[in-house]
């Protein structure tokens, strides 16, 4: 197979969080060659309509898949709870069915069953993401004794994509945010970060658990999940570059996000700015 007949893997997310997803997967499948986008001209997403969150997302999908992606990751709950599955169901089939779009939403819950005691269940999301309902449904199909207990944190988003994670106000917010979860149940066992941006606060969030519940981050689950597709769709798998490299588009200004990207990745990153 030549290198045109073969493509990269999109990761999209609204801005910096998919990164976070992208280290996960990069580290469990470091042969293929991914194509990062993330637009962080209109970030964040939490906080939009149904409406724009799915027209942004699928303007989106279509960039990538203009780029050559067959495959992509929604590396985003927002996008995953508002857009997917229209765009699955309803504008995949016309733009061309052989593409493929997956999410993070089902990958998380799957693995539930394996870390929570007794099924008390908390979620830290965006209001968008909460709002949907999204996590509940799944939860229900896939364990129905478990229950859920939901927290938008509509603040965390914005800290993280401002470069502010490690300030007093990102502390604040956690703390805030992390006392009103554990009002709600105060006997949770198991808090998931529902939105690929919280890694970025992990150790805040951690310090405010302080060891009431396991706190489970998102990255590592989607890898595992991808690379059990992959092994599932030989097809795909065959058709995916396997050079090792990245690419990185953002909406926003490049030099910003190379800033901030490196201080997520823990190494240099160079962007190219785009529009769509
Ligand atoms: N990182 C995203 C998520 O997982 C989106 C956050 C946002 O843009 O509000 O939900």
Known sequence: MTHSDTFPIGIFDSGYGGLTILDAIRRRLPEYSYLYLGDNARAPYGIRSFDEIYRFTL?????????????????????????????????????????????????????????????????????????????DIEIAKLYPSFRLYSHACPSWVEIVEAGKADSDIADEAVKTDVEALFAIEPTIDTIILGCTHYPLLLDKVEEHVAGRAKVVTQGQLVAESLADYLRRHPEIAERCRRDGDVEFLTTGPAERFDENASLFLGHEVAAKHCEF
């Open 59 to 135: 303007e989106a999908m279509r960039f990538l898949f203009d780029r050559g992606c067959r495959l992509v990751i929604l590396a985003c709950n927002t996008a995953s709870a508002k857009a997917l599955r229209s765009i699955q169901q309803k504008d995949l089939p016309k733009i061309d069915s052989s593409r493929r779009v997956l999410g993070v939403i089902r990958p998380t819950v799957e693995q539930l069953g394996g870390l929570t005691s007794d099924g008390r269940i908390g979620l830290f999301a965006t209001p968008g993401t909460v709002a949907s309902g999204s996590y």
